[in-house]
């Protein structure tokens, strides 16, 4: 729905009403926006406006980046990294101040990219014959997002792999 709004106004060449409507709908970027690059342009966006997310949530997040190179659209990729991100973030609202963590690695090795993204967690992840399933109340509008990366990954002939024990939730996607 903010989507079909925003775009009206772009049609209709109404472009201080849109910016004026994104600003409503968007947090601030994180001031650390220019800190490491996964040399993939909406990625970078992503990372900065859920740094700043996460530290508003009390939750310590540290990257480290390397440039990798994905084929994906700009679409799949927020689908992809928004997903990881999301879940990673909901997963330590549920842990103690000053114990919540997430780790976000991108790398290159041997023609592969590799990302990765960890956190600290204090609920066992609900997995039904090997799929992951959302704790959330309404389970019918939450709980597709591993399922969706996992889509997006096999679309590309990569590999999503998922790991989880003493307070710590990984993905480690290659490409």
Known sequence: NQYLLLKSYLERQEYEKAERYLQEL????????????????????????????????????????????????????????????????EACEYVEEGERWIEITTRCERGLSIVKVENSYCREPEKINGIFHTGKDRKG??????????????????????????GKFSVMLSF
Not at 48 to 77: P, S, W
Not at 142 to 163: C, F, P, Q, S, W
């Open 141 to 166: 509008t939450h709980g597709i997002g591993l399922n969706r990366v996992n889509a997006i990954v096999e679309k590309y002939d990569g590999t999503m792999t998922t790991d989880y024990g003493n």
């Open 26 to 89: 968007t947090l601030p970027l994180s001031p650390n926006v220019n800190e490491g690059t996964t040399g993939a342009d909406a990625l970078d966006i992503l990372i900065a406006y859920k740094r700043g997310e996460a530290a508003r949530k009390k939750i310590d997040i540290r990257i480290f980046t390397e440039k990798i190179r994905l084929a994906l659209t700009d679409n799949e990729m927020i689908s992809l990294f928004g997903n990881l991100f999301d879940n990673a973030i």
